[in-house]
């Protein structure tokens, strides 16, 4: 900020004469209708991403009045901003490609404008990381609000949800079992309401690692985006965001530790969270000169049971998780089970989690939110793999996956890219059995690019008819947090990279050994020399910023956030 200045004094235009400058923005405050009371009251930014093309954040116009509700409330003024909005369905050829630019949108903006703390609105999938990566790199105060997910449908008794119920039906109509007018009514209960997805997808679990981060008031990242207390989260963050800028801090550099991040890692494993999450987790770690240790998260996992009983690990949904209690009920369960949460840390309304949780209603659905000793799984939900396919590292979320290919050894069938995929996997002449493992490469950072949610592979059709349901399946992508099946993703270095991956030949064998954690091309190292001979690196893109993203990207064990907008390289205090 502008020395001691606050509110609409700071920042003041460069136009080498600082009254001139006040003067004329005071003149287009008058032009916006508003009095000179304004001046001297906490300026709160308000980043509205509602859009069209974001049907998930049809209700942050209803947020926005309501934040802005509570910061007059409070005495503050609020002033409203965009940034760009991204929906999974509706960016191509993936959201992650431009989850970047909205975090680099997202910094300029709390550099640029007047103001003297921040609420972001945030919910489908890459918004919240990117917004936290931005407010990290600003270090402005900041708060997230998240729009919340879906309320459940029910067809014929049934109650369905989306995502994970969007692709078993789908995989159902797909080989016949369904009819394509019975997916057609059940698709109208789908996505009943406004929201994101309702289940523990990548929206869920990132507006939960916002809330242990210490970004989200204790409570929100629940309630469902229909609920009043929506509304009444959003007022009273918007109340809260009046204190941060009248105090100044916390920071968002001082809310991202090392003791917050294994916090969050804790979390995401008791979830039984996304692995999106893990890259995200990665970019914001980077973000404040941290490094998210793998081996570390696969480490808390082996400690930490899976406790939410939500689909797409569990049976139920968000809805249900909120009136069990939340993720307050389920960190006290976490402390109870002494698997080393840090209950010191601290939460967005300046308490520590422990005395959050001593607070916190008792009460909670032990078949909801399992209590340590009566785990959904006994551990772990995200495993962390090494081996000669994956030098830097590979993730598969064990707790969703067939327990009878956690240990499996077949030959390669190899994918060269998503077109590819899409022209061969159902063919009824394609040369597959149950026992082949599927590989998908061209499909990371670089490569796709963008490391689109391509990793959880179709089962072949011939196969699939038969009654397959789960296959080994590696790839350099990623797969949606609704997803499940015995699928290995982030293979790092990616094939574009010159990963091993890119050295894959149809009938080499593979071992999967997820209890050993290892994931193994075997092949000679003399016949991979040979083979490495005669690669050589993709063509990239030209110009704009498909030529800064690839190459700038770094890749997924780091976060895939570009080289150029971490902090890794500076120190930093814990």
């Known amino acids: 900020m502008n020395g001691a200045k606050r509110g609409f004094s700071s920042r003041l235009t460069r136009y080498g004469d600082e009254g001139f400058a006040a003067f004329l923005r005071d003149s287009f405050l008058r032009a916006g209708g508003h009095g000179p009371e304004v001046q001297g009251r ?3 930014a308000i980043c509205n991403t509602g859009s069209d093309y974001n049907p998930c954040h049809a ?6 009045e309501a934040i802005a509700r509570g910061v007059a409330q409070a005495g503050g003024t609020p002033f409203v901003f965009p940034t760009i909005s991204l929906h999974e369905s509706f960016a191509y050829p993936t959201s992650m490609l431009l989850r970047n630019l909205m975090s680099m949108d997202t910094e300029e903006m709390l550099r640029a404008l007047p103001l003297d703390a921040a609420v ?12 936290l990566m931005g407010a990290i790199s600003a270090d402005v105060p900041t708060l997230s609000v998240a729009v919340g997910p879906m309320l459940t449908g029910t067809h014929r008794g049934e109650r369905l949800g989306a995502c994970t119920d969007c692709r078993r039906l789908w995989g159902e109509a797909r080989t016949g079992r369904l009819s394509e007018s019975e997916l057609a009514l059940a698709q109208d209960e789908l996505m009943p309401t406004h929201g994101t997805c309702m289940v523990m997808g990548t929206a869920s679990t990132m507006a939960c690692i916002s809330e242990v981060l ?12 229909v609920h009043s207390g929506r509304l009444r989260h959003a007022e009273a963050t918007g109340q809260r965001a009046v204190a941060l800028a009248t105090g100044g801090r916390p920071l968002p550099s001082q809310l991202v530790t090392r003791s917050s991040i294994r916090n969050a890692c804790m979390t995401l494993q008791a979830l039984g ?3 999106n999450a893990v890259i995200h987790l990665a970019a914001i770690a980077g973000r404040a000169g941290l490094a998210l240790d793998l081996d570390e998260l696969d480490e808390i996992g082996k400690i930490t049971p899976v406790l939410c009983d939500l689909k797409p690990v569990g049976r139920v949904y968000m809805q249900d998780f909120h009136a069990a209690g939340g993720l307050p009920a389920l960190l006290r369960e976490l402390m109870r089970g002494g698997v080393g949460f840090d209950g010191d840390t601290t939460t967005a309304n300046g308490r520590t989690w422990a005395e959050v949780i001593e607070d916190w209603p008792d009460w909670s659905d032990p078949t909801v939110i399992r209590p340590a000793g009566d785990p959904v799984v006994p551990g772990q939900a995200i495993s962390v793999l090494h081996g000669s396919l994956a030098p830097n590292g590979a993730v598969i979320k064990r707790a969703a996956m067939s327990g009878r290919l956690q240990s499996h050894e077949g030959p390669a069938l190899v994918f060269e890219n998503l077109e590819d995929l899409a022209r061969r996997i159902d063919d009824p002449d394609l040369e597959v059995t149950e026992d082949h493992v599927l590989v998908l490469r061209n499909a990371g950072p670089i490569g796709a690019p963008g490391m689109p949610e391509a990793g959880s592979l179709p089962i072949p059709k011939k196969l699939a008819v ?8 590696i790839s350099d992508a990623r797969m949606s947090g609704t997803a499940y099946g015995a699928v290995v993703l982030h293979v790092s270095p990616e094939a574009a990279a010159g990963g091993p991956l890119a050295l894959v030949r149809d009938g080499d064998r593979i071992r999967l050994d997820v209890p050993g954690r290892r994931i193994d091309l075997l092949v ?4 991979l020399w040979a083979r490495r001979g005669n690669w050589s690196a993709p063509a990239l893109p030209t110009r704009g910023y498909a030529r800064l993203y690839a190459t700038s990207v770094e890749q997924a064990e780091l976060g895939c956030d570009f080289d150029f907008l971490t902090a890794r390289h500076l ?3 814990d």
Do not use: H
């Open 466 to 473: 038969r009654g397959v349901r789960d296959m080994v399946r």
């Open 273 to 275: 969270g996304s692995t």
């Open 214 to 225: 210490g970004f989200m008031l204790p409570g929100g990242a629940s309630i469902p985006a």
């Open 42 to 44: 906490p300026l709160i």
């Open 120 to 131: 972001l609105i945030g919910g489908c999938d890459k918004t919240i990381p990117a917004q």
């Open 571 to 573: 120190p930093a205090d």
């Open 524 to 527: 000679d190292e003399e016949v």
């Open 59 to 64: 209700t942050a116009p209803q947020l926005v």
